[in-house]
């Protein structure tokens, strides 16, 4: 009982300790990257002031659980220790009174003090296997989170695709209020349709559903006269390529993230996806060319620069359907008339969904 109790009252301050912890960590990333918004606001006294309370707190919460460890792997040695006085007093009444020899209490309390090392060492041990499992509480919590898209469990496979689209009652509820209600759309292949709406009209929606992200509540997303969801999502993926307009850069070459599209892909179809995308005269004036390192995020291209080269890697995976969710938003209009000419070449033949907020664009 006293052990089980010891172990729940660990288990709950490591498991605040992880909290503070995990609390310090994301404060930091948040601080890091929004660095120019706090400068900006002369908010630095305010942001220290922030992880000093965070920081705080990490430290009670890490002095209570070491307090509480140390004095409850100290019990063992307390109660083995009074229990050497006990039997060295009573063991010495009945030398005493001749009910036991001398040599027999100095032999007991030798094994009683050889028992109190091993006995510490376990709850040593314990006391680690506690902490380990409270730490394995929050992954396993994370790891049980069930996905948002799960594939069947016979998925059939869709080696070749012609790219018709097709939306059947489409039905997609956000919890305030339908964010995609009964929508109908059929787009056949080869076909280039322009969704065009305001902010917030839920036509990033339709991306996700392409791209299978999130699945609909009612209706269903074909592809090819296929539901999306009785598909292999690698099939879903490989046919349908989405451009975002805040794409992931990775902190890699422009090379490589290009051709993280298809690994397998040669230099000259990564330069010949480059170019289709506006950015051979960028590269070409890079130091090291296309093996040139972006920085984390690409922080060292403008946010036209990475919309063009997350375009780039859309082209070079080819896709039956490729979708445009407000891909060019960052452009200037010299770069977006250079990234649509190369639209022009690499979309003839392909299924194109553009989404924009723009109806100049649309047209």
Known sequence: WALMRYRRQLEDRVRVLRERSADIGTFLIESIQGMRTVVGA???GREVERFRGRNDSFVDALLSMRLFTYL????????????TGVVFVYGGYRVITGAMTLGTLVAFM????????PVQGLMGIYTNLAT??????????LLDTPPDVAEAGKPQRLPECRGRVSF???????????????????ISPGETVAIVGASGSGKSTIADLLGRQIDPDRGRVALDG????????????????????????????VADNVRYARPDATDAEVLDAIAAAGLDELVASMPDGPATVVGERGRQLSAGERQRLAIARAFLADPAVLV??????????????VVLQGYERVLR???????????????
């Open 349 to 363: 033949d392909r299924t194109t969904v553009v989404i924009t907020h723009r109806l100049d664009l649309a047209r």
């Open 42 to 44: 002369n908010a630095q």
């Open 226 to 253: 296929h539901d999306l969801r009785d598909l292999a999502l690698r099939d879903v993926r490989h046919h349908i390529a989405i451009v975002e307009q805040d794409p992931f850069i990775f902190h890699s070459s």
């Open 168 to 186: 059947e009652g489409v039905h997609l509820d956000f919890g305030r209020g339908a964010g995609l209600d009964g929508v109908d759309l059929e």
């Open 110 to 117: 030798a094994y009683q003090t050889r028992l109190m090392g």
């Open 132 to 141: 380990a499992r409270a730490s394995l509480v929050r992954v396993h919590a």
């Open 72 to 83: 409850a792997g100290g019990l063992p040695g307390l109660l083995l220790s009074a229990g």
């Open 324 to 337: 445009l969710d407000e891909a060019t938003g960052a452009l200037d209009p010299s770069s977006e008339a």
